[in-house]
């Protein structure tokens, strides 16, 4: 990872590829939603609302793999002092709060026709919730820190994102933890007990959304970049 | 009401959203690279 550790070798890969994962991940997320809304046959308990299954899996999957991303950011930060960690971390934090709130949202609204009520205090909502709160707290520290001039986010923020990642296993685990109207893990490293021909659909969802996620990220990464070098230069003119 | 109606709105927020994020950081990335090249033509 040190290699990219020059940001005008990390420059000279991530302008290329921002419109190589944006591009092939819209049409990934346009096919699959089509294909799930068109294609795929309504399920015999929950009928036409299982459609939501292929945006909500992965704003949940996102938003958990951002938050271990940023989790992933501050370790490199703070133990290698990689210069790029930092701001791998600023870059993150706005896509990944924007599908935790997503995965809520959507999650909510599929419970009101399927279990009767748009929330519940329960184990996976809850702690996906404090998901959300979480990011809020990272984004206004990363903020703090860059009005203090670094490039990256302080230690503080850094451990701040270690200490938050406890919260991703607790949200995996919550529906076998405690007693929800959640329904509990169906797809695990031992298959999937979703019907095949509901379930297809959510590969080029899942690619698509991932792909996107990745795009906004380098695309958020390059701003930080170009403002860093921007504030650099006019600080160097300042000083004559 | 009709379980469409969940369906499109679930659909309908998160384009919305998606589209706004892509927007926002296209324009951020852009405005400040056009702002550094800028800098670095007038030095």
Redesign the interface.
Known sequence: MHRFANPARFLKIARPLTGWLFWPGLALILAGAACGLLLTPADYLQGDTVRILYIHVPAAWLGMGGWAGIAVAALMQLVWRHPLAGVAGRAIAAPGALFTAICLATGSIWGRPTWGTWWEWDGRMTSMLVLLFLYLGYIALANASARDGQAGVSSVTAIFALVGAVNIPIINRSVVWWNSLHQGPSITLRGSSIEGSLLWPLAPTLLGFSLWFGAIVLMRMRAILAQNKVEARMQRLARG | ?N??A??I???G??AA??LV??VL??R??R???R??ER?SDR?
């Open positions: 009401m379980q469409w969940f369906v709105a679930a659909y927020v998160t959203a998606t994020l892509s950081s296209w951020a990335m405005g400040a690279e702002a550094a800098l030095a």
